[in-house]
């Protein structure tokens, strides 16, 4: 998955294990305009890559949606 966030000029990807069903993932925060990677924060939960997922960033926090079937789920992480 990748997603651009403009505000901030960031591109980001998460990158899974690999893993069959839920793996583990990280994103990797890149800066847009030099491709250098700035950043790679763990995620906590596991990652399902056939369930939706959505990502937001605003400074130092990322939101992660995530939806199971009917079911949403939201983590937060702050950056520090």
């Not at 591109?11 to 994103?27: F, M, N």
């Not at 596991?46 to 400074?59: A, I, S, V």
Request: charged share 30%.
């Amino acid at each position: 998955m990748v997603e651009y966030e403009d505000e901030l000029d960031l591109l980001a990807a998460v990158v899974t294990d690999g893993g069959e069903g839920e793996g583990r993932a990280r994103i990797q925060l890149y800066d847009n305009q030099s491709g250098q990677l700035l950043r790679r924060a763990a995620l906590h939960e596991p990652w399902d890559e056939t369930f939706r997922h959505d990502l937001f960033f605003e400074k130092d926090t990322i939101v992660h949606l995530e939806q199971k079937n009917t079911t949403f789920c939201c983590h937060v992480y702050k950056l520090s």
